[in-house]
């Protein structure tokens, strides 16, 4: 029996996409294609269709949007699911459809290989969940049924986990891309530049060189006009300016390479890179949240680095890592400092230790990442990896961090991520991961 999904969107043109994309499932009667502009025409054809499996809809529609749909599916008992469609920036709307019951989502410009996935997850869905209307009746189901329920629930916690927090790291590995482009174009400009200015100004100098020379003593008009300008400073310092723009010109444009290195936005497949260079990219990009401030002094970072070969992995998703743990540290150095004497911190000044090596076998590299903050519970130390478990108050945490970063060293790369931390001995995370990839890895989407 073929499969039938409408699709709910006010462009006129994804009727013949999506069509001439999925002709081969349509011919050989797999899947049967609907389709409407507006939330109203949704509705019709739900009418003339009830058995409908599954819905595909945008969000922003005219005459009934998306949101509004959903909640009048909600009210209908049919065995059917809904995947919304929206744009990255449209975060909010996208956790209200999430919150409204909608199974999944996909972001706009829509890719089809991605859509294909996702029809195929949420069909499988549609057909276990009518499996179980059918079977519902039955006692013996009611436990399995109350499972199935909890399990479908954990698998929408961890649906939002993940688009919250993949959302929050495009949107910042694209804004560090975008300011190192923006920035990159004028530096080139300048640096481009910079040597024939020098070149331009010591010419400039020469032939000033040459005027003293025929023309001594000079004129009191000029005399007077030396004397303002300072000229003889002036000749001694102005080669002296032009190097040290030069030296921060060359630092700009190490900063836009290490801006680059944080974001590798081409890089979503395994690639073997420099660990050591997503480690510093990612100090770089935290760099003023170490910094001293009224409140805490600076924190220190005491890199010791080993000599470690490429290793195989996801670099950006690797640098999301490091973030989210670095940035856990800092947080936790902030309120120990909190409850510090001025002894203490003169003492024991707030410091973050990085360090990797290599296992003994020599097939795995670690990543050490230690804090000599207050430290953490036992209590709290076993929950830190669950979706949603924080510590922070309201409104400052999401407990997102750490559980993404562990699906993406251990689910991802076949890891491991531990932390070891005991009440006033600081905390340290462990970050293993193999070399060489040699299994596939799910993509965490």
């Not at 999904?5 to 050989?28: G, H, N, P, T, W």
């Not at 409908?52 to 949101?67: H, R, S, Y």
């Not at 300016?241 to 979503?268: P, T, Y």
Request: hydrophobic share 40%; aromatic share 8%.
């Amino acid at each position: 029996m073929s499969a039938k999904i409408l699709f709910v969107d006010d462009e006129r043109d994804l009727e013949s996409l999506v069509s001439q994309r999925f002709r081969k499932k349509i011919r050989a009667e797999e899947w049967q294609l609907f389709f409407a502009h507006n939330g109203v025409q949704a509705l019709e054809k739900l009418e003339e269709h009830p058995d409908l499996d599954m819905i595909v809809t945008d969000i922003n529609m005219p005459e009934m949007d998306g949101l509004t749909l959903l909640s009048k599916l909600n009210q209908i008992d049919l065995p059917l699911k809904t995947v919304v469609v929206s744009a990255y920036g449209d975060m909010t709307n996208i956790r209200k459809a999430m919150n409204f019951g909608a199974f999944d989502f996909l972001t706009k410009p829509i890719d089809f290989q991605d859509l294909e996935i996702t029809i195929n997850k949420t069909l499988r869905e549609v057909q276990q969940l009518k499996e179980n209307q059918r079977l519902r009746q039955s006692e013996a189901w009611a436990k399995e049924q109350a499972q199935h329920l909890q399990h479908c629930l954990q698998d929408l916690k961890k649906t939002q986990a993940k688009l919250i927090q993949t959302a929050k790291m495009s949107s910042l590995g694209q804004v560090v891309a975008g300011i190192a482009h923006e920035i990159n174009n004028p530096v080139n400009f300048i640096y481009g530049n910079i040597s024939h200015v020098s070149d331009y100004i010591q010419d400039l100098l020469n032939l000033l060189h040459l005027y003293q020379q025929q023309y001594t003593p000079p004129t009191s008009e000029i005399q007077t006009e030396m004397e303002a300008i300072d000229l003889e400073f002036l000749i001694a310092d102005l080669p002296k300016i032009l190097v040290s723009m030069k030296g921060g010109v060359d630092r700009i444009q190490k900063i836009v390479l290490s801006l680059r290195n944080f974001s590798r936005l081409d890089e979503a497949n395994i690639k073997s890179v420099d660990i050591h260079e997503g480690i510093k990219s990612s100090l770089l990009i935290l760099h003023n949240r170490f910094q001293a401030r009224a409140a805490r002094p600076e924190i220190q970072v005491i890199e010791e680095y080993s000599n470690l070969p490429l290793v195989e992995c996801y670099a950006g998703e690797l640098n999301q890592v490091f973030i989210n743990i670095i940035s856990n540290s800092i947080d936790a150095l902030n309120e120990y400092h909190k409850q510090r004497s001025l002894d203490d911190i003169l003492a024991c000044p707030l410091a973050i230790t990085i360090r990797t090596f290599l296992l003994e076998e020599k097939s795995r590299v670690v990543i050490q990442i230690r804090d000599n903050g207050v430290g953490i519970t036992a209590e709290v130390k076993d929950r830190i990896f669950e979706p949603f478990f924080t510590t922070k108050p309201v409104g400052e945490g999401t407990g997102l961090g750490l559980y993404i970063s562990y699906q993406i060293i251990q689910d991802k790369h076949g890891g491991a991520l531990n932390c070891f931390s005991e009440v006033g001995q600081g905390a340290e995370f462990w970050i293993e991961i193999p070399i060489r990839q040699t299994r596939a890895t799910p993509h965490l989407s």
